[in-house]
């Protein structure tokens, strides 16, 4: 199976600044089958970003994820109030289905 | 609007089956564009998924978990369920069911990611 490791485990960031997180793969993922989940504390995951770019329905468009391969980043241009919360990579390109462990966005 | 919401004892046994059901309102469960999911998530630590089943009863399931686990749908009353046998400790976490658009990979696997989720049930193995 894809081991997915993300970098950092924790980011601490003002709000405003810009936040860059990063998710390797321990092998090729097929078709940037990618995405990317925010978690807020006792809460479902919220799907933010598939196909490794492309935003899920109703996500602002200060998050953006890029790459292909086996690197992929999910950037927050400015983070607001409501951004600081775990986010979570995913990859759906080969079974079975497997999650990063998870970055921290926290408030500095 | 989509919802689903698991629903299930709180508290198991060790050694005993673990039995969760979520149930689907907002759309119907036979669709043919869906797989209906369960994933799990340990208290503070990652997510890990445990199977699909299609509304036609076929279900794929993580190789990690695949000998104690046993996903099911029943269309007459849009549900699908989980039952997870012989836990362990290691088993308590937040049940989570959920949905995906499924692609198939190169091995024929209908893949996909996330889109809805239920609350999450948190499931404790203890005596």
């Known amino acids: 199976e894809i081991v997915l490791t993300q970098s950092p485990g924790t980011l601490s960031l003002s709000p405003g600044a810009r936040a860059t997180l990063s998710c390797r793969a321990s092998?090729?993922?097929?078709?940037?089958?990618l995405a990317w989940y925010q978690q807020k504390p006792g809460q479902a995951p919220r799907l933010l970003i598939y196909f490794a770019s492309s935003r899920a329905t109703g996500i602002p468009d200060r998050f953006s994820g890029s790459g292909s391969g086996t690197d992929f980043t999910l950037t927050i241009s400015r983070l607001e109030p409501e951004d600081f919360a775990v986010y979570f990579c995913?990859?759906?390109?080969?079974?079975?289905?497997?999650f990063g462990q998870g970055t921290k966005v926290e408030i500095k | 609007q989509l919802q689903l919401q698991e629903s299930g004892p709180g508290l198991v046994k060790p050694s005993e089956t673990l039995s969760l059901t979520c149930t689907v309102s907002g759309d119907s469960i036979s669709t043919s564009t869906y797989y209906w999911d369960w994933i799990r998530q340990p208290p503070g630590k990652g997510l890990e998924w445990i199977g699909s089943v299609f509304y036609s009863g076929s279900t794929y399931y993580n190789p990690s978990l695949k000998s104690r686990v046993t996903i099911s749908v029943d269309t007459s009353k849009n549900q699908f369920s989980l039952k997870l046998s012989s836990v362990t400790a290691a088993d308590t976490a937040v049940y989570y069911c959920a949905r995906h658009e499924f692609y198939y990979d190169t091995r024929g696997y209908p893949m996909g990611c996330f889109g809805s989720w239920g609350q999450g049930r948190l499931v404790t193995v203890s005596s």
């Open positions: 995913h990859q759906y390109g080969s079974s079975p289905g497997t």
């Open positions: 092998q090729s993922v097929t078709r940037s089958f």
